[in-house]
């Protein structure tokens, strides 16, 4: 679809883990970069899954980004050059983000946000199903279920090769944790 630039709009991309949302977050700003867009980009700093400063997809493919711990942070990045702002992880920041990313939309820059809609339980992520409803457009990515091979929408949590449970805390001390894209019909929670 065509977006012209200079107009400000929320692009949200989410799934499961794998379903591809930083990959495509990536393409995207890499495209932007292309066209010579000033193109800044943002995650939270709780996840240092590969690099603290990068932005980097299972795939391997990975753009520079800047680690924040709150949401209010981005402003002081922002310039009177900035067109487009990426946000990864976007699931781990607090409610703040979606009022960040409406302002800076309502500038007329292009945010793209990319994240987790739904957590572990397979419940809504976080600041991610306001973000939904209130982004011009919404890209809902799957992954490939490793159980059955359908399109996966959702992320399965296990704590030693087996489901997590539903009150299984974040935090397991000695425990080793994993996660997989499944389908509905796959995922599993131990109530
Ligand atoms: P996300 O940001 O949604 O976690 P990434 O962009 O980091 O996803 O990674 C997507 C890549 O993960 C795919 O291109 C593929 O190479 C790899 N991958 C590994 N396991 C799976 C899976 N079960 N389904 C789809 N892709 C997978
Ligand atoms: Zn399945």
Request: proline share 5%; net charge neutral; aromatic share 6%.
């Amino acid at each position: 679809m065509y977006r012209p630039s200079g107009h400000g709009y929320i692009e949200a991309v989410v799934g499961p883990m794998y379903s591809g949302k930083s990959e495509e977050l990536i393409r995207r700003l890499k495209r932007a970069k292309i066209a010579k867009q000033e193109v800044i980009v943002f995650k939270p700093c709780i996840d240092n899954r590969y690099s603290k400063e990068d932005v980097v997809s299972h795939s391997g493919i990975s753009i520079r980004a800047i680690a924040i711990n709150h949401t209010e942070e981005i402003h002081k990045y922002i310039t009177g050059e900035t067109q487009v702002v990426g946000i990864d992880e976007v699931q781990f920041f607090d409610e703040g983000i979606v009022d960040v990313a409406l302002e800076l939309a309502d500038k007329g820059i292009r945010v793209i946000a990319a994240g987790l809609d739904l957590d572990f339980k397979a419940e809504p992520f976080g600041p991610v199903p306001e973000l939904l409803a209130r982004a011009e457009f919404v890209d809902k990515l799957q992954a490939v279920c490793v159980k059955c091979g359908a399109p996966a929408t959702r992320t399965q949590r296990l704590i030693n090769k087996e489901p997590a449970r539903y009150d299984d805390p974040i935090i397991l001390v000695g425990a080793t944790e994993s996660y997989e894209a499944r389908c509905r019909k796959c995922h599993r929670i131990k109530k």
